[in-house]
């Protein structure tokens, strides 16, 4: 079928619910406030669109090209975004809640308090994105890539976070009660004020990372690598730290009460010298 043309096209406030958009080209097509509820846009290339205050909710966009598109206050609320690619896209207060995102590509977005509660972010790229003030509360984000994104005050309680890179990530202030982070990299991230009372970081790697002040209250660490890491004024209280890694942390001023503390026993060295 032939492909129809319609870049840079001006259309504000279109009404194209359900329309099927498949074999349309919209590279910097001007739709800002459309109506694209259910529409069909699965692998369209939207490069450079703006749709700034559009309806997208349940619109069906795997595969889609989005790259510095502006979707700033657009609704994608059950929208269907597996695969897309999104680089470098403004989704700024953008409402995402209950949307599929698996294998998105949204390196150097900018998601700033976009609402993407339940969310299913599986297995994204979201490295170096900002996704300050977001609400991501019970969002699916295992083994996503978020290495060097802001994060900064976002909301990520009951968030499952398993095998994530959080790598020199910015989570100052953020919350993670009860957030799962089984097993994902969060060395060298910036966690000052954080809150993750009741967390799972089983298997964590927090090397070097920054705790200082944080709210680790009943947070499981079991087997966490926190060596080096900066845990000063921390609330650690019923903290579970069980064969955690705390070579070379800073505890000072740490609150430990009730915490569950017991570090692994050296293996002596066979080839070395009797005790």
Do not use: W
């Not at 090397?207 to 921390?234: M, P, Q, W, Y």
């Amino acid at each position: 079928m032939r492909t129809l043309d319609l870049r840079r096209l001006s259309f504000p406030a279109a009404m194209l619910t359900g329309a099927d958009l498949r074999n349309v080209r919209l590279d910097a097509a001007q739709l800002p406030g459309a109506n694209l509820q259910d529409a069909h846009l699965e692998g369209v290339s939207m490069n450079d669109a703006v749709l700034d205050g559009a309806s997208l909710d349940g619109a069906h966009m795997n595969g889609t090209s989005l790259q510095r598109a502006s979707l700033r206050d657009a609704s994608l609320n059950s929208a269907r975004l597996n695969n897309a690619d999104m680089r470098q896209t403004n989704l700024q207060d953008a409402e995402l809640t209950n949307a599929l995102l698996e294998h998105v590509y949204l390196s150097e977005s900018d998601l700033c308090g976009a609402r993407c509660s339940l969310a299913i972010f599986t297995g994204a790229y979201l490295d170096y994105c900002d996704l300050g003030n977001a609400d991501l509360t019970g969002a699916d984000l295992q083994d996503v890539d978020l290495t060097g994104a802001s994060l900064e005050k976002a909301d990520l309680t009951v968030a499952n976070l398993s095998g994530a890179n959080l790598s020199a990530a910015n989570l100052v202030g953020a919350i993670l009660d009860r957030a799962v982070l089984v097993d994902a990299d969060l060395s060298t991230a910036d966690l000052a004020g954080a809150i993750l009372r009741g967390a799972d970081a089983t298997g964590a790697l927090l090397e070097g990372a920054d705790l200082s002040g944080a709210n680790l209250e009943n947070a499981n660490f079991t087997r966490a690598n926190l060596s080096g890491a900066n845990l000063s004024g921390a609330n650690l209280t019923g903290a579970i730290l069980q064969n955690a890694d705390l070579a070379g942390a800073i505890l000072a001023g740490a609150d430990a009460r009730n915490a569950d503390l017991v570090i692994p026993t050296p293996v002596p060295d066979p080839d070395g010298p009797e005790p």
